[in-house]
């Protein structure tokens, strides 16, 4: 009776820790823009920080909006001569560390639109769907801005455009 009674009791304990202990919170995107862009122009881009204020590390997999024939997930590098470049995210995933943010910004990560099906135009709202490996999907949405409202890009090495 007496180990009856030891079990219940470590069984109880187990039970609140996990209630108590459970999850360390969401994951949280946070000021998602995107530049203006004329339909003359394929491509656009998205950018925004993302908290992953979860237990565990994540991954941005990838992104989808109807406003784009496809999305990808891009980063700009330096090449040689001194000269920006832009390729997809080297492994195909932006890395997420829990308790960090991380920011998608002009000049370096970013949420890339290829093949527009339409005008990106001043406060034109862009819905986008963020896929996470842990996280699952989260739907956002994107204003969009005028391109004399971004930081210079003379902080971000130089740049006068870019993904």
């Known amino acids: 009776m007496k180990r009856w009674m030891i079990l219940a009791a470590l069984l109880t304990f187990a039970l609140l820790l996990a209630a108590c202990g459970g999850d360390a919170g969401e994951m949280e995107v946070a000021n998602v823009w995107g530049r203006t862009s004329p339909m003359a122009a394929a491509n656009g881009a998205f950018y925004m920080q993302i908290t992953n204020n979860t237990a565990d590390d994540d991954k941005l997999l990838s992104a989808s ?48 639109c290829i093949d527009k099906v339409q005008e990106f135009n001043i406060g034109d709202q862009i819905p986008i769907t963020l896929t996470f490996e842990n996280a699952g999907t989260m739907e956002v949405t994107a204003e969009i801005r005028d391109n004399a409202e971004m930081p210079s890009m003379d902080t971000d090495g130089g740049m006068n455009s870019g993904g």
């Open 65 to 112: 909006a109807a406003a784009c024939g496809t999305v990808e997930l891009h980063e700009m590098y330096m090449k040689e001569g001194d000269v920006m470049g832009m390729r997809p995210v080297p492994d195909g995933y932006i890395a997420l560390p829990k308790g960090e943010t991380v920011e998608l910004k002009v000049g370096g990560l970013h949420v890339m």
